[in-house]
């Protein structure tokens, strides 16, 4: 299966400031993923990462607050833009294979806190 | 709007006893279903796909009941390194999943 390397693991921001999360697979991949999970929560979509393309937003999130790039089919980055503390939360990517059996890998998560 | 629906739990079990989870689901086009486990603070990790025909790892099993909509996980022999919360998800013909809320387990000594 694929690996997924997701950074920074962990980071403390201030309000008002934006963080850009990477993540790079080693193989080529069609469709990725983003997420956010609060603490004791499930997993969130946020958007799907479109290579070449505008990235397609779930309700409730917009390019403004959550950019996305995806410049090739292997790495994906999601900003969060003009921090609060409510964006405090761990954000995960995750890809998915061609073929309906195949599930999703996961990165390892970025926990982020905005104080 | 496409919903997955699991008890959130917790199970509280003794080691050795058999726990069995439901998750119900309200796309009737689904195509593909998964079970993850995800232990505190970890990213979560595909323990399983769900085969129509049922299917089985070890000491768990997994079926899928397409004309109630709902799939299910049996572990037996629970273990204490059982403990973790397992997510169910559900997958459309978009490839874009639907992750449940998760079901808590807890195996006691």
């Known amino acids: 299966s694929a690996v997924i390397s997701q950074k920074p693991s962990r980071d403390i921001c201030q309000r008002g400031t934006s963080l850009t999360i990477q993540c790079q697979v080693d193989s080529q991949v069609t469709m990725m993923f983003w997420y956010r999970q609060q603490p004791g929560q499930s997993l969130t979509l946020i958007a799907t990462?479109?290579?070449?393309?505008?990235?397609?937003?779930e309700s409730g999130f917009v390019i403004d607050k959550f950019p996305i790039s995806r410049p090739n089919l292997t790495f994906s980055t999601l900003t969060v833009s003009n921090m609060s503390p409510e964006d405090s939360s761990i954000y995960l990517c995750?890809?998915?294979?061609?073929?309906?059996?195949?599930?999703?890998?996961f990165g390892s998560g970025t926990r982020l806190t905005v104080v | 709007r496409k919903e997955v629906e699991q008890d959130p739990g917790p199970f509280n079990v003794p080691e050795g006893a058999t726990v069995a989870f439901n998750c119900t689901y309200s796309n009737s086009a689904s195509q593909s279903f998964f079970w993850y486990r995800q232990d505190c603070r970890k990213e979560p990790k595909l323990l399983m796909s769900?085969?129509?025909s049922g299917n089985e790892d070890g000491r768990f099993t997994a079926q899928l009941n397409r004309a109630s909509q709902y799939i299910s996980l049996l572990i037996r022999d629970s273990k204490l390194s059982d403990s973790a919360t397992y997510l169910c998800?559900?997958?459309?013909?978009?490839?874009?999943?639907?992750f449940g809320r998760g079901t808590s387990l807890i195996v006691h000594p």
């Open positions: 998800v559900e997958r459309g013909g978009s490839y874009i999943p639907t």
């Open positions: 995750s890809l998915s294979r061609d073929g309906a059996n195949y599930g999703y890998t």
């Open positions: 990462a479109n290579q070449g393309s505008e990235a397609t937003y």
């Open positions: 769900v085969y129509s």
